[in-house]
């Protein structure tokens, strides 16, 4: 099955143009971190993840959190992309009818669309919402995980929901990549002997070394837990490497290297065993 494979080797199976990029960089720069930066001020936000660059696959932005935006955030983004080799995940959720999505992704004050090589949606809406989105991004190259299953305490997104999930990526497995979710999703919902071969990329938000959890129902699990244990590929770290003191850029690259080397571990582990 695809999670006891390299990820080099799953990315040669890849035809989306985002998820071979993705897997690429994972085996070429030896990790499976992408950092969260939830920075409010333009001047953390770039320098954290200039800092945390050599270290990561993807940097997982939320660009309406940034205060005084303006284009040239992007283009330093870019520049920042480039400069360290990795892929730009914008986790917009979105969530509204085909139509309506279509436009945010592709126009309005971020043009996500030109810039964020995968971003994510809410299934809740149906097919319409891949649709929608794939209209813009396909084209573009561009790359979808389905919110299959979600992080926090008391999540709706559980039994039939995210099976069913599962059943819409796989009608549109050209443009949808693989899930946010808290285990491998590969098979789920399937018939016996059917989807033996597919590979759905996991991205998986919810890790922290330190914490069990924060005061708003956030759950954190180790990279061991959702890399070896849950067979999910890609760890996404927020405060548990940026921190309190955003100033503190040697911790935040400390913090950094550490979780890379806990992520990339736990899947050597992975594919050995
Ligand atoms: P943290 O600081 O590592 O807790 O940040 C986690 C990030 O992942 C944050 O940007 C959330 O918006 C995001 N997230 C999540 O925590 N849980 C989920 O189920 C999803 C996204 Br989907």
């Known amino acids: 099955t695809a999670y006891k494979r390299s990820y080099g080797d799953r990315a040669k199976a890849q035809s989306n143009p985002a998820a071979r990029a993705l897997l690429e960089t994972m085996e070429r720069k030896k990790t499976n971190l992408c950092v969260s930066v ?5 001047a953390d936000f770039l320098a ?13 932005t939320h660009i309406d959190i940034l205060e005084d935006f303006e ?3 992007i283009e330093r983004l870019e520049e920042l992309a480039k400069k360290h080799d990795f892929l730009i995940f914008e986790d917009r959720k979105f969530a509204d009818i085909g139509n309506t999505v279509a436009m945010q992704y592709a126009a309005g004050v971020y043009k996500i669309a030109s ?20 209209s813009i991004g396909f084209p ?11 992080s ?3 999540a709706l997104t559980k039994g039939t929901y995210t099976e069913e999930a599962v059943q819409m990526a796989r009608v549109h497995n050209d443009f949808v990549i693989g899930f946010i979710a808290q ?3 590969n098979g789920i919902g399937a018939a016996p002997g059917e989807a033996q071969d597919e590979d759905f990329i996991i991205l998986t938000p919810g890790v922290g070394l330190e914490a069990k959890g924060d005061a708003m129902g956030q759950q954190y699990r180790t990279p061991r837990e959702v890399v070896l244990e849950s067979g999910c590929d890609v760890i996404i770290v927020g405060r548990g490497v940026y ?15 550490r979780y890379r080397g806990e992520g990339w571990s736990a899947y050597l582990e992975r594919i050995a065993s």
């Not at 954290?48 to 997982?60: E, F, Q, R, W």
């Open 152 to 154: 926090t305490a008391g």
């Open 48 to 60: 954290i993840i200039d800092a945390v660059g050599p270290y990561i696959c993807l940097i997982k």
């Open 71 to 73: 284009w040239s955030i």
């Open 115 to 134: 810039w964020a090589h995968i971003t994510n949606a809410h299934p809740v809406p149906g097919p319409s919402i891949v649709k929608g989105l794939s």
């Open 243 to 257: 921190g309190k003191d955003l100033s503190d850029i040697d911790g935040i690259r400390a913090r950094a290297e």
């Open 38 to 42: 939830d920075t409010v001020k333009p």
């Open 183 to 185: 285990r491998r999703m």
């Open 140 to 150: 573009l190259q561009r790359g979808l995980l389905l919110l299959a299953e979600m």
